[in-house]
């Protein structure tokens, strides 16, 4: 029979001191800390679906017994880095945020450097989230999907701001689809796959761009990224006054306010 582990088995396991050593941690240190983590819950994964569909009982307990020391290395690593990002305001904001997590805000406080993404726009830019910009950190841009994907998962949570962003930007980009507003978009996508390789899924793409329209697809990573930019822009705003001590200044009409801005 699979044991069923939670994050509170292993609380008298975890020594408090360790909690202490990522306050004095480099960035570079404390991000290779939060990959770690990422790779160990793959592993872990990983090893309870080979536990589940292990015949042999003493080969299934093998592999359980290293999938819980597994949890156990995980449940001592996240709330340390949890810890290190309350010490940053910017940290302690995105924190509160439903859908981020210590892993993920780590890794955030480690590739964006705010005295070179002095604008949102350099900040989307860096992310990979502008137009046709070749120059990017990948690492970052796979956070951000990954935090894309979080957004999209609680979304139907009401607490969730940019869960519930991405679903009115959803919405609203859908309205536009079925009234033919993205039709001359549409045309271009088509035109282009003409002559280019299709699969399977390509091809049912193409029939939709034959009728002026956008796939339902495409149209929910729109809402996404738009989601993901916000956030970003949010996270610039409250980073940019924790480090200069004054709000940034945007020239962009109609702002979203910051949720829960710590200022």
Not at 39 to 61: I, P, V
Not at 212 to 219: E, F, M, T, V, Y
């Amino acid at each position: 029979m699979m044991s069923k582990l939670t994050a509170s088995a292993y609380e008298s396991l975890i020594d408090p001191d360790i909690l202490l050593i990522s306050n004095q941690l480099k960035k570079e240190n404390v991000n290779l800390i939060s990959q770690l983590y990422w790779e160990l819950r793959a592993k872990r994964r990983d090893l309870t679906n080979k536990a589940e569909d292990e015949s042999d009982s003493d080969n299934q307990d093998i592999l359980l017994y290293f999938r819980d020391m597994v949890v156990e290395l995980e449940q001592t690593i996240k709330p340390s880095l949890k810890r290190y990002c309350g010490t940053f305001r910017v940290g302690e904001w995105a924190l509160s945020q439903m859908g981020l997590g210590p892993i993920t805000v780590t890794r955030l406080l480690h590739y964006i450097d705010i005295d070179k993404a002095r604008t949102p726009e350099h900040l989307w830019s860096y992310a990979g989230l502008m137009p046709d910009n070749k120059t990017y950190n990948n690492s970052l841009k796979e956070v951000c999907i990954e935090i894309g994907k979080s957004f999209v998962k609680y979304s139907d949570k009401e607490n969730c701001f940019y869960g519930n962003l991405y679903l009115s930007e959803l919405e609203r980009r859908t309205n536009i689809n079925d009234s033919g507003g993205y039709l001359d978009l549409a045309k271009e996508e088509s035109i282009k796959l003409d002559s280019a390789k299709k699969s399977k899924s390509l091809l049912a793409d193409k029939l939709i761009y034959d009728q002026g329209k956008l796939p339902a697809s495409r149209i929910a990573s729109q809402a996404q990224r738009y989601a993901i930019k916000i956030f970003l822009a949010h996270w610039h705003a409250v980073q940019y006054r924790e480090a200069y001590g004054f709000d940034y200044q945007s020239s962009h009409k109609n702002i979203i306010s910051v949720p829960d801005y710590p200022f």
